[in-house]
């Protein structure tokens, strides 16, 4: 055998080993491994570059010990038709994991509790919530579902649920890449590297907890509250270009680092810089005011650091009379 068939050889040989062994890793990897956005299944990558992932639609599935539906556009909840019917007042609901309602099924979400709340407030009339939150989304998300799905359904109101983690940079891992979108193993490499670079990041600039996370996100960092003020800036202009009003609206922060809503919430300088942004279309609702006139309990009102069905309760019910002060719905109006 001639030395360049030998070479050819090894080289094929080689090739062939490698490639078998990647095999072998794909096939162990979506035997065995899954990140975290994608236990239960629930989601899937989008072909909106700055989304990274959406859910499935059309689930009817238990995920970590709650009952998920989406319907056939991709959203929790029910079916709803794209053009909206006559006498039908139509929000949408945008959010993280707070407003999908992580923990929760969906009878305790607070786009359903809102949604049941005016119908009781209106009767004469229809309203429809759709909840366009997903987990993990941050307002640049937040603001691309808006402009390629929410508007489809031609709302009459946008409300924004709003976290204090939302100024925090997507997750990258479903970058419109080949192997990342198609190989389980690839992602596995994509995963590993962002975690290295976030725990690099925050050891840093000495973040050990969450209020130095928060801190780092409104403060510290150059760009991530100057791009989520933007983003809501840009939803404010979306909004009222077409006549639909926007509201912002804050979810009280029930982290470890919250011993109360009074003296013991240190997050009170993002509730105002939130309540500064400057822009006719925007409408800030901050529920943590009647958290504080009522005194509550923090441990009776969250499961983990996410809020239960009694505090979901209590936003809904000052969301919507924030709506009626302002004067949003005219029907509430005519309620009272």
């Given at each position: 055998m001639s030395r360049n068939k030998r070479i050819i050889m090894v080289v094929c040989m080689n090739a062939i080993v490698i490639l078998s062994l990647f095999i072998l890793?794909?096939?162990?990897?979506?035997?065995?491994?899954?990140?975290?956005?994608?236990?239960?299944?629930?989601?899937?990558?989008?072909?909106?570059?700055?989304?990274?992932?959406?859910?499935?639609?059309?689930?009817?599935?238990?995920?970590?010990?709650?009952?998920?539906?989406?319907?056939?556009?991709?959203?929790?909840?029910?079916?709803?038709?794209?053009?909206?019917?006559?006498?039908?007042?139509?929000?949408?609901?945008?959010?993280?994991?707070?407003?999908?309602?992580?923990?929760?099924?969906?009878?305790?979400?607070?786009?359903?509790?809102?949604e049941n709340l005016l119908k009781r407030e209106c009767p004469q009339k229809t309203f429809e919530v759709l909840n366009f939150a997903v987990e993990g989304y941050n307002t640049q998300q937040e603001l691309e579902v808006l402009k390629e799905k929410a508007l489809l359904f031609n709302p009459d109101l946008v409300i924004l649920d709003y976290c204090f983690n939302d100024p925090e940079a997507p997750e990258f891992y479903f970058k419109k890449n080949f192997f990342i979108r198609h190989s389980q193993?690839?992602?596995?490499?994509?995963?590993?590297?962002?975690?290295?670079?976030?725990?690099?990041?925050?050891?840093?600039?000495?973040?050990?907890?969450?209020?130095?996370?928060?801190?780092?996100?409104?403060?510290?960092?150059?760009?991530?509250?100057?791009?989520?003020?933007?983003?809501?800036l840009k939803m404010a202009d979306i909004t009222a270009e077409r006549n639909i009003r926007m509201v912002l609206l804050m979810n009280p922060e029930m982290s470890e680092d919250v011993k109360d809503f009074r003296d013991g919430y240190p997050y009170g300088y993002i509730n105002d810089m939130l309540k500064g942004l400057s822009h006719k279309n925007i409408i800030v609702i901050d529920p943590i005011e009647e958290f504080r006139d009522r005194n509550l309990n923090k441990i009776d009102m969250n499961v983990g650091s996410y809020p239960n069905r009694k505090a979901n309760d209590i936003i809904a019910e000052y969301t919507v009379n924030k709506l009626r002060e302002n004067k949003i719905i005219s029907c509430l109006q005519e309620a009272e």
């Open positions: 890793l794909e096939v162990c990897f979506r035997l065995f491994w899954r990140m975290k956005v994608l236990e239960g299944e629930i989601y899937q990558a989008s072909k909106w570059k700055v989304l990274r992932y959406e859910l499935k639609p059309k689930l009817d599935t238990m995920y970590q010990g709650y009952h998920v539906i989406t319907n056939s556009c991709g959203f929790r909840g029910r079916e709803y038709a794209i053009q909206k019917p006559e006498n039908v007042y139509r929000i949408v609901f945008l959010g993280d994991s707070v407003g999908f309602g992580r923990h929760l099924d969906a009878s305790d979400t607070l786009a359903v509790l809102i193993f690839a992602k596995y490499i994509a995963y590993c590297i962002k975690k290295r670079k976030v725990k690099a990041e925050r050891k840093r600039v000495g973040i050990e907890s969450i209020s130095d996370d928060f801190k780092y996100l409104y403060k510290d960092c150059s760009d991530c509250w100057p791009n989520t003020k933007s983003a809501l």
